[in-house]
């Protein structure tokens, strides 16, 4: 059995559901960690935090789209990363389950 709130990037990834009350930026990390990106796309892509520009900058790159990367990493106050994308999916997943609130963009 899980915790109700995850702490560690395993322990979101373990999670057999999207934890959608987490806030769309985890359940997206969650939702591309499962491999369904259109999903975590539709998710992000009208949330208005920054918290989950940055997931959706990830979500462009992970597609291979730099450019459409780069605005979103821009809205969610980010330089563009260019980590393998499995890091900088652990590290987005390591902030936000630190500091789960949304940032208003």
Known sequence: MHKAYPTTPAELTAL???PQHLGP??????????NQWEAAH???QNANDAESAWVHAHLHRKEGDDTNAAYWYAKAGRK???L???IEWEQIAQELLRHPHSNPL
Do not use: I, K
Not at 25 to 34: E, S
């Open 16 to 18: 057999t559901t999207p």
């Open 25 to 34: 930026a985890l359940t997206a990390l969650w939702l591309v960690r499962h």
């Open 42 to 44: 539709q998710l992000v």
């Open 80 to 82: 563009p990363c260019s």
């Open 84 to 86: 393998p994308l499995e």
